[in-house]
C-alpha cells in the first residue's frame, strides 16, 4: 500500500482553491474537512442540497475561520459544470484542484442475471460526471500552478468479476478519460513537463464509521477508510505535477 501524504503535512494547499465533487457522502465529508484543514478554500457540489449543506456545515465548525460553501450542480450536465468552474474560478481567483468522489454501485449475482439499467445508471455517475467536470476544469486547471484533478476507482476497474460488469466498465471508462486528460496535461507542458496534474487513487473499497457500526463484526479487509483517502488525497498537491500525472495511485494492494 502506499501512503501517499502520510506524515507529509499539506502546507502545498496552503490558499488553495479546490472543488469537491459528490461533495455530501462520506468520502466527500471527509474530503471536506481534511482540505479545509489544510488551509485550502473548499468548494463542494452534489446533488443532494440537505446533506450537501451538513458536510459544509460540519467542516466550517471543525475548522473556524475556513472558506467552505457548497452548491447542487447537474453533472450530468456540462454547460452546469462549465458554469460552475466559471463561477468559482471568477469567486476566488484561481482553481487548483478538482476531486472527484461522485460514486454509486450496482452488481447482480453472476453475468447473465446483469442488468442493462444497471448499466444506464452507473453510466451516468461513473462516466458522465468525470467528463462534465474534466471538460469544465481542464483550462481553469492548467492556469493554476499546482492544479490537480483527482479520480477514485476502484481495483475491480482492472479485474473484474462476474457480478460487476457494469460497476467494473464504467470505472474502467473513467479511468482512460481521466489518463486523456492527463495526457492533454502532458501536452499543454511541452518540453517543461505538466503543470498541471490528472491522476487516480485507487482503492478497494471505502469504509466509514456508519458501515462498521452498522456491521460490528465485519472485517473490511483491504478497504480503505475514507479519513486515510482524505489524507491521500491532500498529499497529491505535496507531490510534483510530473509526478502524479498520468499515475494510478495505489491506496490496496497492487494485483
Known sequence: ??????????????????????????????????????????????????????????????????????????????????????????????VDGLVHLVGGWRGSPSFAETSLTDWDALEKLLIRTVQS????????????????YLLISAAGAGKPTAGNAAYASAKAAAEAWTLALGDAFRKEGGEDGPRAAAAIL?????????????????????????????????????RSAAEVNGKRLWLTQQP
Open 133 to 148: 467536470t474534466s471538460l469544465a476544469f481542464q483550462e481553469p486547471l492548467q492556469r493554476s500552478d499546482r492544479g490537480r
Open 202 to 238: 485507487v482503492v478497494k473499497a471505502l469504509v466509514h464509521d456508519a458501515m462498521r457500526a452498522e456491521r460490528p463484526n465485519a472485517k473490511f479487509a483491504g478497504f480503505t477508510d475514507v479519513t486515510e483517502l482524505a489524507e491521500a488525497i491532500a498529499g497529491v498537491w505535496d
Open 1 to 94: 500500500m502506499n501512503n501517499i501524504g502520510k506524515g507529509n503535512g499539506s502546507s502545498a494547499l496552503d490558499g488553495a482553491v479546490i472543488a469537491v465533487a459528490g461533495a455530501a457522502g462520506p468520502a466527500g465529508r471527509a474530503a471536506l474537512l481534511r482540505l479545509a484543514e489544510a488551509g485550502a478554500t473548499v468548494v463542494g457540489c452534489d446533488a443532494n442540497p440537505e446533506r450537501l449543506a451538513e458536510a459544509v456545515d460540519a467542516a466550517r465548525y471543525a475548522h473556524g475561520g475556513a472558506t467552505v460553501t457548497g452548491e447542487t450542480v447537474d453533472l450530468l450536465d456540462v454547460d452546469a459544470a462549465r458554469d460552475w468552474a466559471k463561477r468559482t474560478e471568477a469567486e476566488f481567483g484561481r
